[in-house]
């Protein structure tokens, strides 16, 4: 009797592998962090801002509002996902450059991307 081999353990592992970025339509801009036949695991970031305005009841004797620096809390956590899911995304091509101002071109075989 001949093996049957599923075409996902084939084909599914070379889209969106592990440490390439995607794009998926709920969590925006993620990590692939595991591959497992046609499902990832994925690295989702959430960030929350401070309050502006921070609360009085929470500091300690003697600091006022303006002595606190606030900062935002990042909270980092996994999801399994389906690889449909997912667009892969090239970092050169599909990412807008960190300043603005800043041009980046590359070309590969007279190719710009």
């Known amino acids: 009797m001949p093996n049957v081999v599923n075409a996902t353990e084939i084909f599914g592992s070379r889209k969106c592998r592990p440490g390439t ?37 929470d500091l300690p004797a003697g600091i006022t509002p303006d002595q606190v620096l606030a900062s935002e809390r990042i909270f980092v956590s996994e999801l399994d996902v389906l690889v449909s899911d997912l667009v892969e995304l090239d970092p050169f091509r599909d990412m807008e450059p960190a300043e603005q101002g800043t041009v980046l071109t590359a070309s590969f075989a007279g190719r710009p991307y």
């Open 21 to 57: 970025l995607a794009q998926h339509p709920e969590h925006g801009i993620v990590r692939v962090v595991r591959a497992a036949g046609g499902a990832r695991t994925i690295e989702v970031e959430r960030r929350v801002l401070p309050d502006l305005e921070p609360s009085t009841e």
